[in-house]
């Protein structure tokens, strides 16, 4: 295993984190909820209309953040090595995934394990398990 010097940035990834978990802190003290993603898109589609205000705000949010830092630095390269069958299929076993295991990686791994919840150190551990194995299944397996 080699490691990218080029775009090892260990800096900005602990501030990253550490922007995600105040945030996630931040939103359930003024909410009362937890900041999981899969849970609040559900509740938008799913719940009655006063709390979607809130939810769509939070959506949009998240769709803002990265349009004002492309404006603010210019545009980002993006690279995606995977073909539109593979993304499709990946995206649908995400979300059929957060269906089964109760929430996402946001809500389990950030907000339940910060809560202490078994449920979601069992979760965030399916979930790091499942990732880690299906790169290997790819890179090694595969190719």
Do not use: K, Q
Not at 38 to 61: E, N, P
């Amino acid at each position: 295993m080699t490691i990218d010097w080029n775009h090892f940035t260990p800096g900005m990834s602990l501030l990253g984190g550490v922007l995600i978990g105040v945030a996630s802190a931040l939103f359930i003290l003024a909410n009362g909820r937890i900041a999981g993603i899969s849970g609040i898109l559900g509740g938008l589609l799913t719940r009655r209309s006063d709390d979607r205000i809130w939810r769509l705000a939070f959506l949009l949010g998240l769709m803002a953040a990265p349009a004002a830092i492309v404006a603010l630095t210019g545009p980002v390269v993006a690279t995606i090595e995977a073909n539109t069958e593979v993304l499709i299929a990946a995206g649908l076993l995400v979300g059929i995934g957060t269906r089964y295991g109760a929430g996402c990686t946001s809500g389990h791994g950030v907000c339940g394990l910060s809560r202490l919840s078994p449920r979601s150190l069992v979760a965030t551990l399916a979930f790091m398990g499942a990732g880690m194995g299906m790169v290997f299944v790819m890179r090694h397996l595969l190719t």
